[in-house]
């Protein structure tokens, strides 16, 4: 049962019409609810319990799943020629998003992480782990971002703010955040990094000035 999503950016490309999304599909990738029922062969999750879904849909035991490639998962993408799969998301597979009252989750001890007794008064921090959260973490993770490093995140939306604090957490010594919006600029001070306006200065002359 659902009762925290969040709209993401990438929802646009399906609205606003830019890809094959079928009409009358449910969207929404990015869950967090009560888990209502359990199927015959799940073991871990409970009835009762709050699950966050991590929005790749995977299977945790094909070639791909088992080298932490879940997001290439082969066996829940019934097209052969893709990899992958999604909660209501073009291309990734025939499920339904989450923007309902009620998610089937396949694979449910694999693909739900079950959260513990502060969940339902923490939903709206929880639910940043359905996409935002890793997504940001994982920028920094390709980047290698480790401590005492000088690192900046160009973009200062929900996933550049996700990147912002990841590089802090793994102890980045400064970062730097690019974004012409003011108030995204803020929320990225706020943070703790410092905020380059790119309507106003050009960020490799102030990196390039700075170290
Ligand atoms: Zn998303
Ligand atoms: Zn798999």
């Known amino acids: 049962k659902i009762t925290t999503t969040n709209i993401c950016g990438s929802d646009l490309h399906m609205y606003e019409g830019r890809t094959s999304f079928e009409s009358g ?18 073991r871990k999750v409970q009835v009762g319990e709050y699950v966050v879904l991590p929005f790749n849909i995977a299977c945790g035991f094909c070639k791909q799943c ?56 923490r939903q709206t921090d929880y639910v940043m782990l359905a996409d935002i959260f890793p997504t940001g973490y994982h920028a920094t993770e390709m980047a290698h971002v480790k401590p005492g ?38 929320k990225a001070e706020e943070l703790g990094a410092i905020p380059i306006n790119t309507a106003e200065q050009n960020p490799a002359e102030v990196v390039k000035e700075a170290t």
Not at 25 to 42: C, F, K, M, P, Q
Not at 77 to 106: H, I, K
Not at 109 to 117: M, P, Q, S
């Open 149 to 186: 490093d000088q690192t900046i995140v160009f973009g200062a939306g929900p996933v550049g703010l996700m990147a912002t604090y990841s590089a802090l957490l793994r102890g980045a010594d400064r970062v730097w955040t690019a974004d012409h919006q003011p108030d995204r600029l803020r």
């Open 66 to 121: 088992e080298q932490g490639l879940t997001n290439y998962c082969l066996t829940m993408q019934p097209e052969p020629a893709l990899a992958g799969a999604a909660y209501g998301f073009a291309d990734m597979g025939p499920y339904q998003g989450g923007q309902a009252e009620l998610l089937r989750v396949p694979y449910g001890d694999f693909n739900a992480l079950r959260l513990g007794e502060d969940a339902a008064e």
């Open 25 to 42: 599909r449910t969207l929404g990738h990015e869950n967090l609810g009560l888990v209502v029922e359990v199927g015959s062969a799940v």
